[in-house]
């Protein structure tokens, strides 16, 4: 009996204390709660069920990844010269789009190969390039890279920009990826110069052109242009591409009494043929191939006066032109700003323009530029494309080098000035 009251004293006791315990916890919760005590209140659940989780849902993260451009061209080898007029030109609206703050707050990443003018090479750096996250590329001077290259960039639905690359066998009717910006296809050219051989009377034409995709294009445009014009004969050369002594083909064409030379079809050969026609002592025009202006008139000088006439995509004339020249001419070692870099220069801002508009998919990207027009500062057209990727309404500028005083800052310590001959009406798109 005792015993038995001595345990219900003792259970008594017991549960005081647990009592007690758990007053004291309740009235100090701030520092002696467990979390299950703090979760079980209203007011933190409330906060932690609401207002966090609605911030999270609606908030996206902000993309800083950079925009990866490629830059793919001829850095050395034979096509160099162009090559790295157009890498400048990249790299200068590069730099002055990341000074503003970029797009939308993204910079944007250069990402630069070396085609050294050779397919093979060229392949391979743009499987290079788009392997690390080139959302475009451009810069492509030859056509026979132009070919290998507009091949892969169609398969992996990728946008690629050719500058200087014309073979009329780099575009099909099913191209949706790839761009001309400069240079259009080679029945576009051959055709402008018939018209000038016919409006100053010429009667024979001489023309040399390169064994390679470029110039067989040129050669079988020259060919069909010229065989609907009355009273005109046409004599065609063919050189090997790296081919500097042009002795044999300017004395037969002597022989034919050419009373000009197209050079069109033989890039890398313009400077050696205005230099060694003039030696010869043909006075006669020569019409470039699209060369730079500056290659030229360094390598030939005053015999280049009045007889080098070739062919752009820029209005040397134009107040845009100009003051696009002095910044680049202020960036690049460059002593002047070719029609190339000015191409570069619209590449970056056009794949700019698209990937604030559309996002960072490249065959997003190639839609939003079939869509839309681009007025690149100092182009002579604005910059727009058929389905298959020509340029839709091109109008190139003809000018000849002239002994004359530069705009200041645009030609710093030189002589000469191009003088626009002829800008051409908008071009006929090829049709492949």
Known sequence: MKRSWL???????????????????DESTDTTATP??????????????????????????????????????????TFAPWGVSARDGMRLAVEEINAAGGVDGRMIELLERDDQSNPEEGASGLERLIEDGAVAVGGVISSSVGLTTARIAE???????????????????????????????????????AQYAQSEGITKVGAIVADYAWGQAVKSALETS???????????????????????????????????????????GGVSITKQSDDFGMELAVTGSWNPLGLIVGAVGA?????????????????????????????SENTFMEDDAVAGFGIVHAVAEAV????????????????NAFDIPGYSFSLSWTEWGEIAAAQPTFVVIREQEPPEGVNPGANWYPELLVLSDPLEPYVP
């Open 303 to 331: 015999q280049a006066t009045d007889r080098y006439a070739d062919f752009g995509c820029v209005d040397y004339d134009s107040a845009e032109y100009q003051e696009l020249a002095r910044r680049y001419l202020a960036f």
């Open 36 to 77: 299950g005590d703090t979760t079980t209140t209203a007011a933190p659940a409330d906060t932690t069920t609401t207002a966090a989780p609605a911030d999270t849902t609606t908030t996206e993260p902000v993309n800083t990844e950079p925009i990866k451009i490629g830059l793919l061209t001829s850095l050395t080898a």
């Open 155 to 193: 398969e992996l639905q990728v946008p690629l920009f050719l500058v200087k690359a014309g073979s009329d066998e780099i575009l099909t009717t099913d191209s949706r990826h790839t761009f001309r910006t400069c240079l259009p296809a080679a029945p576009m050219v051959a055709g402008p110069i």
């Open 356 to 371: 604030g508009a559309v996002g960072d998919d490249p065959a997003a990207v190639s839609d939003y530029l079939h869509a």
């Open 7 to 25: 345990m219900t004293v003792g259970l008594i006791l017991a549960l005081a204390l647990v009592t007690s315990a758990c007053s004291s916890t």
């Open 226 to 268: 010229f065989a609907g014009v009355e009273g005109i004969e046409l004599q065609i050369e063919v050189a090997p591409v790296p081919e500097q002594d042009f002795a044999a083909y300017l004395r037969r064409l002597d022989d034919f009494g050419s009373e000009i030379i197209v050079a069109t079809g033989h890039p890398p």
